[in-house]
Nanobody, 122 residues
Framework: QVHLVESGGGSVQAGGSLRLSCAAS????????MGWARQAPGKEREGVASIDEDGSTSYADSVKGRFTISRDNAKNILYLQMNSLKPEDTAMYHC????????????????WGQGTQVTVSS
């Protein structure tokens, strides 16, 4: 019942910035925790950032200080501001959602978007 659609990906040079958006629809509200994960060819999917119902955020060490996750509950949009991009940030980025009552226990998501590609060149 939750539908997520990402946008904003593209190709940029190292040091550049991108802002990803995830439009959420269906049976979703502020009781859902949301996040971003990425997967590069030949690598496992890794969590990038998350935000809970109170606005508390968490980041992977590899993106701390460069990426910022935020949400607009009124518009049902999740954002990922990515600055100082590096070639190693190249990946398919997916947004995800899960009821916070479950997410706080297991840190897993049941709902996923189709992904948006981010390519960073040097």
């Amino acid at each position: 019942q939750v539908h997520l659609v990402e946008s904003g990906g593209g190709s940029v040079q190292a040091g550049g910035s991108l802002r990803l958006s995830c439009a959420a629809s269906g049976d979703i509200d502020s009781t859902y925790c949301m996040g971003w994960a990425r997967q590069a060819p030949g690598k496992e999917r890794e969590g990038v950032a998350s935000i809970d119902e109170d606005g508390s955020t968490s980041y992977a060490d590899s993106v701390k200080g460069r990426f910022t996750i935020s949400r607009d509950n009124a518009k049902n949009i999740l954002y990922l501001q990515m600055n100082s991009l590096k070639p190693e940030d190249t990946a398919m980025y997916h947004c995800a959602a899960e009821l916070c009552s479950w997410w706080h226990v297991r840190q897993e998501y049941n709902y996923w978007g189709q992904g948006t590609q981010v390519t960073v060149s040097s």
